[in-house]
């Protein structure tokens, strides 16, 4: 990674973008991290709008809460390709922290989903939101999106979104004047 700004680095071969950015203000998050099962729905929901919420995990970043969640969106344009963020929210009670990669699709649009699919039933390939079974978005939730397949892939944007979450949130370390905010 190339650092872009004091907060911002990239990746040329990729386009990979990762950031970190303080958010000073409530945290928006639609629920609170202890509750999982609303929070993940609401997610859903909202991300559905747009493209769709893979997944939305409680991790631990330097013995902090904090919410792991990996999305998908459509790129403008005519090509019709993918981009795959993961991101980290450190809520506090009036502000968080916030860090994320945006990776886009590189190569041949849909190829992870193409070669899936031609393997499965599309009964298989597009179950149900696994946060809200009865959500139809902007973009599907596909089996494809799954973890298991991102050895299959290892170059695929989804596959380095997680790779990179995987490797960082054990090397991050946060503020102790920030850690000793109030929760969120």
């Known amino acids: 990674m190339q650092q872009l700004d004091n907060t911002t680095w990239g990746n ?9 950015t303080y958010v000073n203000g409530r945290p928006d998050l639609p629920a609170r991290l202890h509750d999982l099962r609303r929070l993940r729905k609401r997610l859903a929901e909202h991300h559905a709008r747009t493209g769709c919420l893979i997944e939305a995990f409680v991790v631990w970043v330097d013995d902090l ?3 792991l969640r990996v999305e998908k ?7 019709g390709a993918l981009v795959f ?3 980290i929210v450190v809520p506090k009670d009036r502000c968080s922290a916030v860090f994320q990669i945006i990776c886009p699709e590189t ?3 849909g190829a992870r989903e193409t070669a899936i699919g031609a ?3 599309r009964s298989e390939m597009c179950p149900p939101h696994p946060y809200a079974p009865g959500l139809r978005g902007a973009l599907p939730f596909l089996l494809s999106d799954d973890v ?3 050895p299959v892939f290892p170059d695929h944007a989804l596959t380095r979104a997680r790779r990179w979450i995987a490797e ?3 090397q991050v370390r946060v503020d102790p004047s920030f850690a000793a905010l109030p929760e969120f």
Do not use: H
């Not at 969106?73 to 090509?79: K, L």
């Open 148 to 150: 298991r397949f991102d």
């Open 168 to 170: 960082t949130v054990p």
């Open 73 to 79: 969106t459509r790129t403008p344009g005519p090509r």
């Open 107 to 109: 190569g041949v649009p």
């Open 65 to 67: 809460p904090a919410l």
């Open 85 to 87: 963020a993961a991101s």
């Open 12 to 20: 040329p071969a990729t386009r990979d973008v990762v950031a970190l």
């Open 119 to 121: 393997q499965v039933p």
